[in-house]
């Protein structure tokens, strides 16, 4: 009886300890936060952290509206001055994303480096390059916590508006002459021209200056140039630097005709030529004789 007695304590011994460890197990699983997410091919077993899935949201919102401001943006050019705000943003979230950690897990493991699309990674990636590709940091001074316009593209923007202004208001298409225009806008155009040459620290103009002010005197030029003509006024000093160039190069074809006609004619001594084959001839009848 007794024997019957222990072997049914110790069975149920044993099943209040199973118990207590399937408890156990159950509690310590639901309360187990990985530092990294298990994939079972449908979806994670854990959902990705709020703070992750809060930053992702305004990183698509800061995406959305710099690509919706670039493009209406992008012709004439004012991508650069008037998206630099929706830049920072979308520039500042990312960063966000990569340095957030949640519980040893950072977001960017959630979202980056699992698949071939590279979703987050390649809209990054373009809209830098967009940045990028139009120099747009030259316009500005970044030194401050809020990027501000810089003093020389404040200063090539209001030679540009003057500049523009002067053509609006002296060019008539009805009366089809640019002449008047030109000759009232010509010291603005220069010095507009002048100050965004002195901008560049290369011959091609372009390399450290943004894209906003390339666009503005690529535009200009072409205004002053084809649609005003106003190059014509350079035609009178072409002529004479061409008619110059021209008597300077004739000169030595002239002072080889002079020297080859006019100079003095002297007779030159006949010279006589002898072949080896004489000489030998000769050579050897003068040792016959001696």
Sequence with gaps: MRTMKSVVLFLLFIKFNLLGADISYSYHFNTYKPTELFYNGEGYFYDIPDNCTRILNSFAESAMNFTRCSILHARPVKLCRECVNDYVQFFDTYQKLLHTEINGTTCTFMYLSHDRFEVVLSYYNNIDAIWNKGNCNGCFNWSTEIPQVSNSTKKFINMFNETVDCIKSNYYPSMNDTEEVCQKCSQS???????????????????????????????????????????????????????????????????????????PIRDLPNVLKQSRFKQTILRSADGRIN
Excluded: A
């Design 189 to 263: 155009y220069i010095q507009l021209d002048e100050y965004y040459k002195s901008l560049s620290s290369d011959s091609i103009g372009v390399d450290s200056i943004c894209m906003d002010i390339v666009d503005s005197m690529n535009t200009t030029r072409s205004i002053w140039s084809k649609t005003l003509n106003c190059c014509k006024l350079r035609r009178h000093p072409e002529i004479i630097f061409l008619c110059v160039t021209g008597v300077i190069s004739f000169l030595p074809l002239l002072f080889y005709f002079v020297v080859r006609y006019c100079g």
